[in-house]
């Protein structure tokens, strides 16, 4: 059967959920029954995603353009134009709602809708449907009334359920004004109907969903509506729950405090943007925050609740050097996260942080991911040691596969006063001399690469490294120790190359690492791009 209407996105994995277009066709009304939804990934040939669209013979493609598929997006609408000139490419999105006139890939569709399209694409379609051809090729959005937008929810097909994030939102919006952030932007916070929603996710709940991740920018921004949806699955949670919300780091009233001592432990994780340490940073990005309080709500959410915390940290702020970049690193890794994602800056398309280039000397990339390249407070090899650090950390840390091993680090940078993100940084650079980035990195020759850092580079002792590693690579699975930390002839070579005798070494097998100087953080359809 044809669709005369198809929406579709390249998503940048396949478990990734595209809630943009589900918006769109839940608001399509009596066009639902000609539209289809068909997803892709940046994996796939852009020939193959071309063939695939066409073989479903539509007459209208609305595509989703993010930051992470606007190149091949962009080749897979000139494939389109090109074997079929007649069909009609409407475009949405974050990368295409700001700045749009100069990009070629707006030059080859032939619509463009800029902002928040859940009722303008069905007026669109509808126009064109008719017969109808609009003159202006880019349609600015109204801010869709809140209540007359039809909820996505049962959108989510069956395969979504079982293999895909399902993401929801209570509220769109944000009130803070961080310059980095599309949703700085936005005029207001506008809430959905909480009756309305809570049915949904009850109905998704029904159908078998187990984890929630909720794109709401501020979840906890008014108390009322969030102590409502958390008491909401609190009293599900027996059945498996898994909930993402992401959360203002300084606001943890007394009612929520209490209500998330409730839930057991791995239920709730929060995904907490610190984004810089440095106050004179926050202020230059109109980022407002206490960091007392931040201090204070992190040693709660430690000590009193089973909340797996994720903590985001942006480094490039105007106004941030190396330096403070590290100072800030440290502190927030004392904060206790389980999770901290080391980002570089991104120039948004739209956002107010354009305002800085001159003052604060920023040169961006000029394709996606648009990272800063330098400022006047970092140059671009200290960036690029930076997105090392980032690519590594990930790897180690965040992927909680050498968790030990990162234990014993900060243990380490404590016992000798020093800065753990410096520590970390000698070892990323170790790291990426041995695997440059852009190749993937097999978890036993990670492995190895470690016992080399640490027995010859960190000279310490190769059986209290052993134990370690071993430690780290099977205990929660069960894996086979490989030979160069099983036999007691690797473990003599080792020493021997580390050529230190053991009686120069300290008692614990720790080499001191010299200390750190004395130191001085919308819308196709309701879903964002941030730096965040």
């Not at 880019?138 to 895909?164: F, G, M, T, V, W």
């Not at 980032?390 to 016992?415: M, P, Y």
């Not at 473990?491 to 008692?507: F, I, Q």
Request: net charge neutral; glycine share 6%; aromatic share 10%.
């Amino acid at each position: 059967m044809p669709y005369p209407i198809l929406l579709s996105t390249l998503n940048a994995r396949y478990h990734h959920s595209s809630f943009g277009l589900r918006y769109l066709y839940a608001n399509l009304a009596e066009l639902q029954s000609q539209a289809k939804i068909l997803e892709f990934t940046i994996a796939q040939n852009p020939r193959d995603i071309a063939e695939a669209i066409l073989l479903e013979r539509p007459k209208i493609v609305g595509f989703g353009v993010y930051i992470w598929n606007t190149q091949l997006t962009e080749q897979v609408i000139a494939i389109l134009k090109k074997v079929q000139p007649g069909l009609i490419l409407i475009l949405g999105g974050p990368e295409v709602s700001h700045e749009a006139e100069p990009q070629r890939i707006t030059q080859l569709a032939d619509y463009i809708i800029q902002g928040e399209a859940d009722l303008a694409f069905s007026s669109l379609c509808k126009t064109i449907m008719n017969g109808g051809h609009p003159s202006q090729k880019l349609i600015r959005a109204q801010l869709p009334p809140i209540e007359q937008i039809q909820l996505p929810y049962h959108c989510y097909s069956e395969e979504d359920i079982k293999n895909r994030i399902i993401y929801v939102e209570a509220s769109r919006g944000c009130p803070y004004r961080c310059e980095y952030c599309l949703s700085s932007l936005d005029q207001s916070v506008r809430n959905f109907n909480l009756d309305a929603f809570l049915t949904s996710m009850n109905q998704l709940i029904e159908r078998g969903a187990r984890s929630f991740k909720f794109v709401d920018r501020t979840f906890n921004l008014s108390i009322a509506t969030s102590t409502r949806i958390l008491n909401f699955f609190l009293e599900r949670a027996h059945l498996g729950l898994f909930l993402h919300f992401e959360m203002v780091p300084d606001r943890l009233p007394i009612e929520l405090r209490e209500l998330i001592q409730k839930f057991p432990p791995g239920v709730l994780q929060f995904e907490i943007g610190i984004q810089t340490w440095n106050p004179e940073v926050a202020k230059n990005v109109s980022r407002r925050q206490n960091y007392e309080k931040i201090t204070e709500n992190f040693k709660f959410l430690n000590e009193k609740t089973g909340v797996h915390l994720h903590t985001d940290l942006i480094a490039g702020l105007p106004g941030e050097s190396l330096e403070s970049f590290a100072h800030g690193f440290d502190a927030v890794a004392a904060l206790g996260s389980q999770e901290i994602q080391v980002g570089i800056l991104k120039r948004l398309k739209g956002t107010p942080i354009i305002r800085h280039d001159r003052e604060w000397e920023m040169i961006y990339q000029d394709h996606p991911p648009f990272q800063v390249l330098r400022t006047k407070n970092l140059t671009f090899q200290e960036l690029q040691k930076l997105g090392r650090f980032s690519h590594f950390w990930d790897q180690i840390a965040n992927s909680g596969n050498f968790t030990g091993t990162v234990e014993f680090l900060k243990e380490k940078c404590r016992t000798e006063e020093s800065s753990f993100f410096q520590e970390f940084m000698r070892l990323s650079e170790f790291l990426s001399n041995r695997h440059p980035l852009g190749h993937g990195v097999a978890l036993l020759n990670l492995l190895e690469s470690l016992w080399i850092f640490f027995t010859q580079e960190q000279c310490l002792a190769p059986e209290r490294v052993r134990s370690l590693l071993i430690n780290d690579y099977s205990g929660k699975v069960k894996r086979d120790i490989p030979r160069f930390l099983r036999d007691n002839a690797a473990l003599t070579s080792a020493t021997e190359r580390t050529k230190k005798p053991r009686s120069e070494l300290p008692a614990d097998g720790f080499k001191p690492s010299p200390a750190l100087p004395k130191r001085q953080t919308k819308h196709w359809s309701g879903v964002s791009s941030t730096n965040q």
